[in-house]
């Protein structure tokens, strides 16, 4: 169901989503796969985001990046988030990194969670 936003932000959990939904201060839908998704339902998903801005982030892990490759074949022109690998999971990652990727991406970040050094450009 489209709520109006333009930005999508597919993740893989519900987890993923609160802890984006956290520290993200613009709206943007937040769309969870619940780690997998059939073909007929990235297919439904891919025509359901026609003409929205698209962004991917999954978990640094080896299912993170297989979703990854899935999602980028039915959305080729979505935009990749990556968080760093050491953090491995996104519901796991520090609030400050998150914002900082966030940020990169282009997204409003609540800079509450922002470290001093810690955004790098």
Same mark, same amino acid.
């Given at each position: ?36 998704? =059939? ?5 439904? &998903?891919?025509?359901?985001? $026609? /003409?929205? !801005?698209?962004?991917? *982030?999954?978990?640094? %892990? ?32 520090? =609030? ?5 990727? &966030?940020?990169?991406?282009? $997204? /409003?970040? !609540?800079?509450?969670? *922002?470290?001093?050094? %810690?955004?790098?450009?």
């Amino acid at each position: 169901m489209y709520n109006g936003d333009e930005k999508v932000i597919i993740v893989e959990g519900k987890s993923d989503k609160i802890k984006v939904r956290e520290v993200l201060i613009e709206p943007a839908e937040i769309v969870c796969t619940n780690g997998t998704i =059939g073909q007929t339902e990235l297919e439904d &998903l891919a025509d359901r985001l $026609f /003409d929205r !801005d698209v962004y991917i *982030l999954t978990d640094a %892990d080896d299912s993170g990046e297989k979703l990854r490759k899935q999602l980028k074949r039915e959305l080729p022109e979505a935009r990749h988030i990556y968080i760093d690998r050491t953090y491995r999971q996104v519901e796991s990652c520090p =609030g400050h990194h998150l914002a900082s990727v &966030l940020i990169r991406a282009g $997204f /409003d970040a !609540d800079t509450v969670f *922002l470290k001093k050094n %810690d955004l790098r450009w």
